[in-house]
């Protein structure tokens, strides 16, 4: 069983309409929870992290938002170059320094 | 700032060949890991290492071996390739072991195991 797991798998979204990728863990101890960006070819790209329920973080159109059991990433307005995937990965107290990934969502934006 | 380098980008091997991926970081970072990333399956910790001398174990280390002999270098090895092993293998670092830390990824090196 996963313990990150991101819904949608995938996503299609018009220019300009907002939308959320979930990512909900099962692990308890969250130490932190990551929010990365894949584009094709491309090695991940660190966004956010975030570390207790309540905490919100801010990029330009991406904002991530965290509750005891799940996170949430929000794309306001989403231009074509959003289109990515979005990996989202957990951290637990006890453990290694090595975080556990979900299998992301692949965003695509259309003009 | 070159960050983290992987070569090749590319290779192609026949089953039961060797290979070594080589992984260089410039950030001075004590934590290097190595993953792969197949299709549907996420990324995936093959082994890791807290510093020079010290290497562990992920999730799915059959197959390859790893060395950690400066800080900088942490090449992984496949000792005789099977098609199984054809991914994306992705070398990430750390620069420390707080929860605050996030990994800075290489762009991969694609491996075809024919």
């Known amino acids: 069983e996963d313990q990150v797991t991101q819904s949608p798998e995938a996503l299609r979204l018009q220019e300009g309409e907002s939308s959320s990728l979930n990512c909900s863990y099962t692990?308890?101890?969250?130490?932190?929870l990551f929010w990365y960006r894949q584009d094709p070819g491309k090695g991940p790209e660190f966004l956010f992290t975030?570390?207790?329920a309540g905490e919100e973080k801010e990029k330009e159109r991406l904002k991530a938002t965290l509750t005891k059991k799940e996170s949430f990433l929000h794309i306001t307005a989403p231009k074509p170059e959003d289109s990515a995937t979005y990996l989202c990965?957990?951290?637990?107290?006890?453990?290694?320094?090595?975080?556990?990934f979900g299998r992301g969502t692949s965003l695509i934006v259309h003009p | 700032n070159a960050g983290v380098t992987q070569t090749p980008k590319f290779q192609v091997l026949k089953t039961g060949q060797s290979m070594t991926l080589q992984c260089a970081q410039d950030?001075?970072?004590?934590?290097m890991s190595w993953y792969r990333q197949d299709p549907g399956m996420g990324l995936r910790l093959i082994h890791y290492?807290?510093?020079?001398?010290?290497?562990d174990q992920g999730e799915v280390p059959n197959g390859y071996n790893v060395s950690r002999s400066t800080t900088e270098d942490f090449p992984l090895r496949l000792l005789s390739a099977a098609p199984s092993q054809t991914s994306v293998y992705f070398c990430?670092?750390?620069?420390?072991?707080?929860?605050?830390?996030?990994?800075?990824f290489g762009n991969g090196t694609r491996l075809t195991v024919t």
């Open positions: 990430a670092s750390s620069d420390q072991g707080g929860h605050n830390s996030p990994l800075h």
């Open positions: 692990v308890s101890g969250l130490r932190g």
């Open positions: 975030l570390y207790s």
């Open positions: 990965a957990v951290r637990i107290s006890g453990g290694s320094y090595i975080p556990t």
């Open positions: 950030m001075n970072h004590e934590y």
């Open positions: 290492s807290v510093g020079a001398g010290i290497t």
